[in-house]
C-alpha cells in the first residue's frame, strides 16, 4: 500500500477561505461600504454586465425607481449606480404581507478596462437600466496579420 504526501498550502487555504467569503457577501442583499462599495443598510443592485468589440454594456434592475431618481457616474474605471425605491404607504393600512421596500439602492462595479466617458449612453425602460460604455481605442481588440516571405 502506497501513500502520496500531499503538501500542505496555507496561503493557497486561506486564498479558498477568502473567495468563499467573497462570493457569500457578493450573494448577500446588503454589502458594507468598507468591502464592496455599498453603503450599509443600502440594497444592492443586480446587473449583468458584458462585452462586445466596441463596448461594455451594463443592464441593471431598478424595478420601481423612475429615471430622475438615478444617478449614473464613473471615475478611475469605476462605474457607481444609485437609485432610490418610495413606496406609498397607506396609513389607515394593516399588512399582511409586506415585502417591498422604500430606500436606496446601489451598485458599484469596477470596469476591467478605459471606457470613453463622452460617449455613455444610459436608458431607463420597464424598470431595467441599460448602460452602454464605448471601449477606448486602446481597449478593442485589434487583428494582427502575419506577414509572408
Same mark, same amino acid.
Not at 458594507?32 to 450599509?40: K, M, Q, Y
Not at 443598510?41 to 429615471?67: C, F, N
Given at each position: 500500500?502506497?501513500?502520496?504526501?500531499?503538501?500542505?498550502?496555507?496561503?493557497?487555504?486561506?486564498?479558498?477561505?477568502?473567495?468563499?467569503?467573497?462570493?457569500? !457577501?457578493?450573494?448577500?442583499?446588503?454589502?458594507? =461600504?468598507?468591502?464592496?462599495?455599498?453603503?450599509?443598510?443600502?440594497?444592492?443592485?443586480?446587473?449583468? !454586465?458584458?462585452?462586445?468589440? /466596441?463596448?461594455?454594456?451594463?443592464?441593471?434592475?431598478?424595478?420601481?425607481?423612475?429615471?430622475?431618481?438615478?444617478?449614473?457616474?464613473?471615475?478611475?474605471?469605476?462605474?457607481?449606480?444609485?437609485?432610490?425605491?418610495?413606496?406609498?404607504?397607506?396609513?389607515?393600512?394593516?399588512?399582511?404581507?409586506?415585502? =417591498?421596500?422604500?430606500?436606496?439602492? /446601489?451598485?458599484?462595479?469596477?470596469?476591467?478596462?478605459?471606457?470613453?466617458?463622452?460617449?455613455?449612453?444610459?436608458?431607463?425602460?420597464?424598470?431595467?437600466?441599460? &448602460?452602454?460604455?464605448?471601449?477606448?481605442?486602446?481597449?478593442?481588440?485589434?487583428?494582427?496579420? &502575419?506577414?509572408?516571405?
Amino acid at each position: 500500500m502506497t501513500t502520496a504526501l500531499t503538501r500542505f498550502e496555507p496561503f493557497a487555504e486561506a486564498l479558498r477561505l477568502s473567495d468563499a467569503v467573497e462570493q457569500l !457577501l457578493n450573494e448577500s442583499w446588503v454589502m458594507p =461600504r468598507s468591502l464592496f462599495g455599498g453603503w450599509v443598510g443600502t440594497s444592492r443592485i443586480p446587473l449583468d !454586465l458584458y462585452e462586445t468589440d /466596441e463596448a461594455y454594456m451594463v443592464t441593471a434592475l431598478m424595478p420601481g425607481v423612475p429615471s430622475d431618481k438615478v444617478d449614473i457616474q464613473i471615475e478611475q474605471n469605476m462605474l457607481t449606480i444609485r437609485g432610490e425605491t418610495t413606496v406609498e404607504q397607506p396609513k389607515d393600512a394593516h399588512y399582511l404581507i409586506q415585502e =417591498r421596500t422604500s430606500g436606496k439602492i /446601489e451598485r458599484c462595479i469596477r470596469l476591467p478596462a478605459s471606457v470613453d466617458a463622452d460617449k455613455i449612453s444610459a436608458s431607463l425602460k420597464d424598470g431595467v437600466l441599460t &448602460i452602454r460604455l464605448p471601449k477606448v481605442e486602446q481597449a478593442r481588440p485589434h487583428r494582427i496579420t &502575419i506577414q509572408t516571405a
